[in-house]
């Protein structure tokens, strides 16, 4: 049972473009969401961070939107480098551990 | 200078077989995790433990025996190792004693590839 999901396993955006990436949930009880990125042959770092008492966050190119009604986040890349290219995982936490989905991977060309 | 280094980085072996994944972090962190990123990409909890007691302990068989000899090290035992036990093997590390954005915050390994044949 996926309680977190990301349902684009991949993307593909022009360098300078907007990059979306979209993540649902479906557990109530999340209230805190991040966004990491992977690199091949890397473990995951952190990109951005969510409270569920906001509905956005903001951290230079990066923003992360939250719609709690809809249980929909969205990670937002403006513009969009080269270097961005990654696998993206969203993931959501109850306060215990957190919760993965199963990534997409970006694709930025130049 | 590793924040959170797991050895070995891949891990080749025969069914049947017992093996172990070490992690040791320096971040002064109390909270360490172990995650498996199986085939189909999911990362998935396994083990969470704070300053050496076990935390989370999911729907994962016996045969995986988490040991913390210190809060700066989780290693990972696997005995009579199964094909579907290959899969990459993440160990991370977070505060405990912050607020959310603090302690939600993983610090990774850069995982162990294993591959059971």
């Known amino acids: 049972d996926q309680q977190v999901k990301q349902n684009s396993p991949s993307l593909s955006v022009q360098e300078g473009r907007i990059s979306i990436l979209n993540c649902d949930y479906t557990?109530?009880?999340?209230?805190?969401f991040l966004w990491y990125k992977k690199y091949p042959a890397e473990g995951p770092t952190f990109l951005i961070s969510i409270s569920s008492i906001k509905d956005k966050n903001e951290d230079g190119r990066f923003t992360v939107f939250l719609n709690k009604s809809a249980k929909h986040l969205s990670l937002h890349i403006v513009p969009s480098q080269p270097g961005d290219s990654a696998v993206y995982f969203c993931?959501?936490?109850?306060?215990?551990?957190?919760?993965f989905g199963k990534g997409t991977t970006l694709s930025v060309s130049s | 200078d590793t924040a959170v280094s797991q050895t070995p980085k891949y891990l080749v072996t025969q069914m049947g077989n017992d093996k172990s994944i070490k992690c040791e972090q320096n971040l002064g962190h109390d909270t360490m995790y172990w995650y498996k990123q199986d085939s189909k990409k999911f990362l998935k909890i396994m083990f969470s433990?704070?300053?050496?007691?076990?935390?989370i302990n999911e729907t994962v068989p016996n045969r995986f025996s988490p040991k913390s000899p210190d809060k700066a090290h989780l290693n990972l035992h696997i005995n009579s190792l199964e094909l579907g036990d290959s899969a990459v093997y993440f160990c991370?590390?977070?505060?405990?004693?912050?607020?959310?954005?603090?302690?939600?915050?993983?610090?990774f390994g850069s995982g162990t590839q294993l591959s059971v044949l």
């Open positions: 991370a590390s977070s505060p405990s004693e912050g607020d959310r954005a603090t302690n939600e915050k993983l610090f």
């Open positions: 993931a959501a936490s109850a306060g215990t551990a957190l919760i």
């Open positions: 557990n109530s009880m999340f209230d805190y």
């Open positions: 433990y704070n300053n050496k007691e076990l935390i």
